[in-house]
């Protein structure tokens, strides 16, 4: 049998290693897969997760209460997938982690504790898929197959991060922020909000 070349055998090896996807964001990006987000997103995307979205508050105290409760009222999953909720409200930031790219900032929901209860994705990595499916306005179906929906999802997320580039997370520490996006179900792990892709994130200036 005639030997792979080893080029392709690394390449190979490589792409099954990776767990996501990063792209750059360019603001003279035409790809079909960005110019379809962009015609969604202030259009239909950001106007439904505002407006199924409760209050930071309210979903924790109703995760906290019941996590099955709280996802049949607040949260949509297709099928027996996994739970995805909307969220938002306003906090207090306690810290901008950026000790990987998957960099977060943490926030401090009242009443004031000087605790975490919600870890918002500031990038440059953002990881799930939570925007996407968090609302039930884009489906699997409206797309030719798997990889066409990924790439939905990975235009999504740098739709996302686009969104809050005026923000600078290490000076809204200590800052009132307001914010706004979706995330997965969070299981057992503390804090109950963690993973939130924001379409909308604003530091008020407000010291607290």
Request: glycine letters at 10%.
């Amino acid at each position: 049998m005639k030997a792979m070349p080893v080029a392709v055998v690394l390449f190979a090896g490589l792409s099954a290693c990776v767990p996501w996807t990063v792209r750059p964001i360019q603001d003279g990006d035409t790809s079909k897969g960005n110019s379809d987000v962009n015609s969604i997103w202030d259009s239909k995307l950001v106007p439904a997760i505002l407006k199924s979205a409760p209050d930071a508050r309210t979903l924790l105290d109703a995760l906290a209460a019941s996590p099955d409760a709280a996802a049949q009222k607040y949260g949509h999953r297709e099928g027996s997938g996994e739970w995805y909720f909307t969220v938002k409200g306003t906090g207090r930031a306690l810290k901008a982690d950026t000790t990987s790219r998957n960099g977060l900032l943490l926030v401090d929901i009242a009443p004031f504790d000087g605790k975490a209860d919600v870890w918002i994705h500031i990038g440059p990595v953002i990881r799930g898929s939570a925007l996407r499916d968090a609302t039930g306005i884009i489906r699997f179906n409206d797309f030719a197959n798997q990889i066409a929906f990924a790439d939905a999802n990975n235009a999504i997320n740098d739709r996302a991060l686009k969104s809050i580039a005026g923000i600078e997370p290490e000076k809204a520490v200590g800052h009132t922020v307001e914010f706004a996006g979706a995330f997965g179900s969070a299981g057992s792990g503390s804090p109950a909000i963690r993973g939130v892709i924001p379409v909308q994130l604003r530091d008020d200036g407000v010291q607290r």
